[in-house]
């Protein structure tokens, strides 16, 4: 839908209504499709990054250090007495 350019003599302008109003909203659409293309790409990096953790099966700072003998690891600040 195109925006119609506000009447010459004042028939259904909108009052306030800047000659610049569509250089405005042309300004903002273009924003708004750049601001669209830099999220896909953000989100073709985010999913990428998530398919390569999962793949790895490891997640960082994640440690397998305090494992049990048969994979279970043990729970922290319990003690046996």
Known sequence: MQPRPPAENGGDALPGARPDGLARTSDLEDEVARLKAQLARAKGINDVMW????QSDQIPGESHEDADADGRERKRGKTKA
């Open 51 to 54: 398919e390569t953790l999962m």
